[in-house]
């Protein structure tokens, strides 16, 4: 089945410490993005790439790093010039930009916990 | 002001009844609509998509676009405890551009 991985489900860190979410999608999808979810809140856009070895900020990169060495592969960094990093983090993809006629698929989020 | 703003609930209605879910929006500009579903501890699907105004039907669930209001909604009908979810709302510029979201309404089906 295609789709999108997310790992790990849940995630914890104390403060000060770099964590590293994985997303791997296997759609052969050319975008993909990373966005964060909180409460009461829409989906954020953290930073998305469309293609491979190029990516952009979103609305709320500060503090966040990505790479897109492979296609299928789009890590997220939480650093700890995050001042507010717990979350749950959401992973997407899509053939081209995310709108109705190239649909955004999502992985099943990481929900990172910083103590 | 947001851009998008939809109403958090939670929304609870009984099995069968038929739920309506809205979102209002401020830039008049915005031409692409979307309707994802969340499952609790899931990843959003997309479960209707309208361009510009009109509605749009698939099985028990119809999308609206009122673009003079700023308005769209969704409506289920015949809803299912299985339609319990969050619903948001999404929307675009147009194809090139990101996707700007509601917070979600929570509904809740009783059986």
């Known amino acids: 089945d295609g789709g999108i991985t997310q790992s790990p489900k849940y995630l914890f860190r104390k403060e000060g410490q770099n964590v590293t979410l994985s997303c791997e999608q296997n759609?052969?999808?050319?975008?993909m993005y990373w966005y964060r979810q909180d409460p009461g809140q829409g989906l954020r856009l953290i930073y998305y790439?469309?293609?491979?070895?190029?990516?952009q900020k979103g609305d709320i990169a500060e503090g966040y790093s990505v790479s897109r060495e492979k296609k299928e592969s789009f890590p997220l960094t939480v650093t700890s010039a995050q001042k507010n990093p717990t979350a749950f983090y959401l992973c997407?993809?899509?053939?081209?930009?995310?709108?109705?006629?190239?649909?955004?698929?999502f992985g099943n989020g990481t929900r990172l916990t910083v103590t | 002001q947001k851009e998008v703003e939809q109403d958090p609930g939670p929304l609870s209605v009984p099995e069968g009844a038929i739920v309506s879910l809205n979102c209002t929006y401020s830039?008049?500009?915005?031409?692409?609509f979307m309707w994802y579903r969340q499952y609790s501890r899931k990843g959003p699907e997309l479960l209707m998509y309208?361009?510009s105004s009109g509605n749009k039907e698939d099985g028990r669930f119809t999308a609206q676009v009122d673009k003079s209001s700023k308005y769209i909604s969704l409506f289920i009908r015949d809803s299912q405890p299985s339609d319990s979810a969050t619903y948001l709302c999404?929307?675009?510029?147009?194809?090139?551009?990101?996707?700007?979201w509601g917070a979600g309404t929570k509904l809740i089906i009783k059986p």
């Open positions: 997407a993809s899509s053939m081209g930009a995310g709108t109705g006629s190239s649909p955004l698929h």
């Open positions: 759609l052969n999808h050319d975008a």
């Open positions: 790439s469309q293609i491979v070895n190029d990516f």
């Open positions: 830039n008049s500009a915005f031409q692409y």
């Open positions: 309208t361009y």
């Open positions: 999404a929307m675009s510029l147009d194809s090139n551009y990101q996707l700007i």
